[in-house]
């Protein structure tokens, strides 16, 4: 004993299992995070199609829901996910409010099971999982073993925080605490919806919550009512993470806390009963814990199933559309909630992209309007629209930095750099169009110049067969078909012989004395010029595919390779 009246010895020991315990929470968050966020880099791309088709009916929805959070162990990267297909149209906000309440009850189902004693598990996971993970790092085994790893840490971490708590509440300090706790039912709500948060997940709270039960940390009322906190900082974190997105985005995670505060008011009066229910059945603190928390999500699923049409209008009143919500006007694809899952991501990539391309096409035939009826306000128009399409490519671009090219599969990762490729070529087309508008206006419009009806003639038939590759492009980049590749890249040829044989004959009639075509030479001949250069960047989308098929040879294309795959 010290001259303060404190043993030295049995304070250090203390903080020491205090730091073990709390080393052992942050153990399981992260042995969490990893289960998470391996399971969506490996099976993403399935987990979005089973989400994307499960909205015939609501009992579909919700079985979906349930399915796919009890495998990735996050009723939060379900709703990121849910809430993306709504912000792009995908589904509709009252089927994705039913896949919620699945999954909230596959968040349930996985507490249930993780509270049973699985530590004889651990070791066998972490070994077999770090043996994966380091032998094929970048393939999807190595993934698997990330998994592995994860569900090894979280069975580890639940052990560990059972070990320090029990070691804990023997010291005479914790058990004087534990002797003057009193239920408060509001501040238990509200201190587990911000240690969930904290957390980033439920499952780990619920699980930490059932365990220091277990060990007599804290009495059952008082897990019960973190319990209902879990729920509510559960679905505060949906609403957290997606503030930054579209309001279409934000509904989902805003009607599921709609949920989970109705549910929380109906279900919080009734705690005590719960416990003299059970607790002359269970004897197990644990046990009483998950099941509680699986029938309020199960309770929650039942009395809500039939009302999802009507929170959802609920949440459009909360955050309602804005007159205009998105960047031109339109509908944004580039979604960041779905950065998490690559394959979604590189799909919204890829939608962004047609958009580009859209408007790029808008411009390409536009142009020859402007070329046959001097109109100098819809070159003004289409010339503005280049900085749209100039804007698409920077967000893209970005957007795309964002997406971890760790987590791409071989395929993804050439998606990845074909989107790169397409919006390049798709942007420079925008500039060249733009540079031809301003030539137009300048020594046509302004000038009250006309070309030739032959030379009229030629540079109509050399715009239509530019917007036919600028739209078979658009078809080879979105399906990658290799036969179309080879034609379009066939057109680089056909196109570049049909400007030589246009720039013959406009030198012949500027030889014959034509005096349209004088006046306009230098501008007619500037004007095959480019709109060849514009069918060069089209025809380059082709490459990538043919590169990919073996199809290309240095410096030609090998036709028998083709003819195989045809």
Known sequence: MNSCGFDAPAETDNLTHLLNLLAAIALLVWGTQLVRTGILRVFGGNLRNVLAKSVSNRVNALVSGLGVTALVQSSTATALIVASFVGQGLMSLPSALTVMLGADIGTSLMAVVFSRDLSWLSPLFIFVGVVLFIARQSTTVGRIGRILIGLGLMLLALSLVSQSATVLTQAPAVKALLASLTSDLLLEIFTGAVLTVLCYSSLAMVLLTATLATTNVIPLDVALGLVLGANLGSGLLGVLTTMGTSIE???????????????????????????????????????????????????????????????????????PKPAVSTV??????????????????????????????????????????????????????????????????????????????????????????????????????????????????????????????????????????????????????????????????????????????????????????????????????DLI??????????????????????????????????????
Not at 273 to 279: N, S, V
Not at 451 to 461: K, L, N, P, T, V
Not at 540 to 562: Q, T
């Open 328 to 525: 031109a006007g339109r509908q944004r694809h580039l979604d960041a909630t779905a950065l998490a899952t690559p394959s979604l991501a590189i799909s919204c990539a890829v939608r962004e992209a047609m958009h580009q391309a859209d408007v790029v096409e808008t411009m390409l035939t536009g142009m020859l309007r402007v070329i046959k009826n001097n109109d100098s306000h819809l070159a003004l128009e289409l010339r503005k629209m280049d900085d749209t399409v100039d804007e698409l490519y920077s967000d893209i671009k970005y957007y795309l930095t964002k997406i971890s090219r760790e987590a791409l599969s071989d395929s993804e990762g050439q998606r990845w750099t074909d989107i790169i490729s397409f919006t390049i070529n798709m942007e420079q087309i925008g500039d060249i169009v733009e540079r031809v508008l301003i030539d137009i206006e300048d020594k046509k419009i302004r000038t009250g110049r006309n070309f030739s009806d032959a030379g009229m003639q030629e540079i109509s038939d050399m715009h239509g067969h530019l917007v036919d590759n600028l739209r078979l492009g658009m078809s080879v980049f979105l399906h990658g078909n290799v036969r179309d590749a080879q034609r379009l890249l066939e057109e680089k040829t056909r196109f570049r012989n049909l400007e030589r044989r246009y720039a013959s004959t406009h030198l012949d009639r500027l030889a014959d004395k034509t005096v349209q075509s004088i006046e306009t030479s230098s501008l007619h001949l």
């Open 529 to 566: 010029s480019d709109l060849k250069r514009i069918n060069s960047h089209i025809c380059s989308i082709a490459y990538p595919i043919l590169d990919s098929a073996g199809a290309l040879a240095p410096n030609r294309l090998k036709k028998s390779v083709l003819d195989v795959q045809d």
């Open 249 to 319: 985005t934000r509904q989902v995670p805003l009607g599921n806390l709609i949920f989970k505060i109705i549910g929380i008011a109906i279900a919080a009066p009734f705690v005590g009963f719960w416990i003299e229910f059970l607790g002359e059945w269970l004897a197990h603190s644990a046990t009483v814990v998950v099941l509680y928390h699986l029938c309020f999500n199960l309770a929650v699923g039942a009395v809500f199933i039939g009302v999802t049409p009507l929170v959802a209008r609920w949440s459009q009143m909360l955050l």
